[in-house]
């Protein structure tokens, strides 16, 4: 019983301090996150932190990971296999606007993996692109493109597209929709049939 209750305690604190550091970061900019800062808000001596992460980009990386499945859990629920590829790519526009929208920090650290020096994130996101692709491809939807190519150029017009919205700021969503609208019908134009 006492291991249990000391793995429980360990998964505790471990959480403790990526949850500082989600707060520090979202607050102050995970630019300005600090092993101090993390230390200073918990209690904790700095001994205890390193014991977990070896140094402040190991927490990053972490925390950059766990935001991204969290995200892709979200997005994954919305897509469809009954739903043609181009809708479900609205979708997916959409969704991940939506939910980045209200937290620009984690926009930063999760889709333009500023601050993450190791991303598993990325192969999770270009791997759903690529199972949509081949099932509109299956479908007859999609004419016969090269998967790996299109999932890269798919995912990078999107992150584009995001860090515009993002930085231009306060554009309503009525424009935001026709700019999804316009970009989709721009990148499916060449591989619809």
Partial sequence: MGRERQ????????????DAAVRI????????LSIRKITDELGYSAGI?????????????????EI???????VRAHIKPDRSFAKNAKVVFRVVSEITAYEPEKFKLLLLD?????SEATDIWINMIRECVELGKQSGELRDVDT???????????LVL????HDVGNIDSGKIERIYDTELDIMLNGMLK
């Fill in 114 to 118: 500023k601050y993450s020096q190791h």
């Fill in 49 to 65: 932190v390193y014991h977990y992460f070896k140094d402040k980009q190991e927490i990053l990386d972490t925390i950059h990971n």
């Fill in 162 to 165: 995001q860090i515009i919205i």
């Fill in 7 to 18: 793995q429980l305690k360990n998964a505790e604190t471990r959480q403790a301090i990526l």
């Fill in 25 to 32: 970061g979202l607050e102050e900019g995970f630019d300005a």
């Fill in 68 to 74: 991204s499945l969290e995200l892709y859990e979200a």
């Fill in 148 to 158: 790996d190519i299109v999932s890269y150029t798919l995912l990078n017009a999107f």
